[in-house]
């Protein structure tokens, strides 16, 4: 089981749009979407953010979307805010009821 | 309100064994599949095993397989992961999250440390 692959780090400024890719196989994210991100400030539990590729739970801004297209998944903050800075992870079901994370991106905002 | 509860972190030696627990309220634990995830410090997320509703359906990661055992007791509302033949890159946070829609984990426990070390 390879974690789904995510860029380490990414960058932008307040008021920007930044987008965190998030890659795994035709067996996880390709086949099902059941794709979840997740935000977790230091020293807190993660922050479910988008289930089901692009479904936000009450209560997230609008300005956190998700898609996907083959077996890449992406997450797009728009109007960045200062609070946005934190660790953003992927996950995919990927079959035989196993679930599967990605190595997280760490969000600057400049 | 969704409380998850976890307990029974604490410091093994490589080769032993340890329990952890979850205590739950605020849903219908029943209904409900449940997940361990851990976290090295200052590392990555990581699935390590999940079991479904009724039990029937569980999954583990393959650095856990055969080591690690998670069951649920629907009377007391708990979900716990037992532990055997510890290495030292098991240790981690271990945070039990609840099943959501599109295996989504929408609710986590706080989480309690393992720490295999000699």
């Known amino acids: 089981q390879s974690a789904l692959t995510q860029p380490p780090s990414a960058s932008g400024s307040p008021g920007q749009s930044v987008t965190i890719s998030c890659t795994g196989t035709?067996?996880?994210?390709?086949?099902?979407?059941?794709l979840s991100w997740y935000q977790q400030h230091p020293s807190e539990v993660p922050k479910l953010i988008i289930y089901?590729?692009?479904r936000r739970p009450s209560g997230v801004p609008d300005r956190f979307s998700g898609s996907k297209s083959g077996n890449a998944a992406s997450l797009t903050i728009s109007g960045l805010q200062v609070e946005d800075e934190a660790d953003y992870y992927c996950?995919?079901?990927?079959?035989?009821?196993?679930?599967?994370f990605g190595g997280g991106t760490r969000l600057t905002v400049l | 309100e969704v409380r998850l509860v976890e307990s029974g972190g604490g410091l093994v030696q490589p080769g032993g064994s340890l329990g952890l627990s979850c205590a739950t309220s605020?849903?219908?634990?029943?209904?409900?599949?449940m997940t361990w995830v851990r976290q090295a410090p200052g590392k990555g997320l990581q699935w390590v095993s999940g079991?479904?509703?009724?039990?029937?359906?569980?999954g583990y990661a393959d650095s856990v397989k055969g080591r690690f055992t998670i069951s649920r007791d629907d009377s007391k509302n708990i979900v716990y992961l037992y532990m055997h033949d510890l290495r030292v890159d098991d240790t981690a946070f271990y945070f039990c999250?609840?099943?959501?829609?599109?295996?989504?984990?929408?609710?986590w426990g706080q989480g309690t440390l393992v720490t295999v070390s000699s």
């Open positions: 996950s995919s079901y990927a079959g035989n009821d196993k679930l599967i």
């Open positions: 035709r067996s996880d994210v390709g086949r099902y979407n059941d």
């Open positions: 605020g849903f219908n634990f029943g209904d409900t599949g």
């Open positions: 079991i479904s509703y009724n039990g029937r359906a569980i």
């Open positions: 089901g590729v692009n």
């Open positions: 999250a609840r099943d959501g829609p599109a295996w989504s984990r929408p609710d």
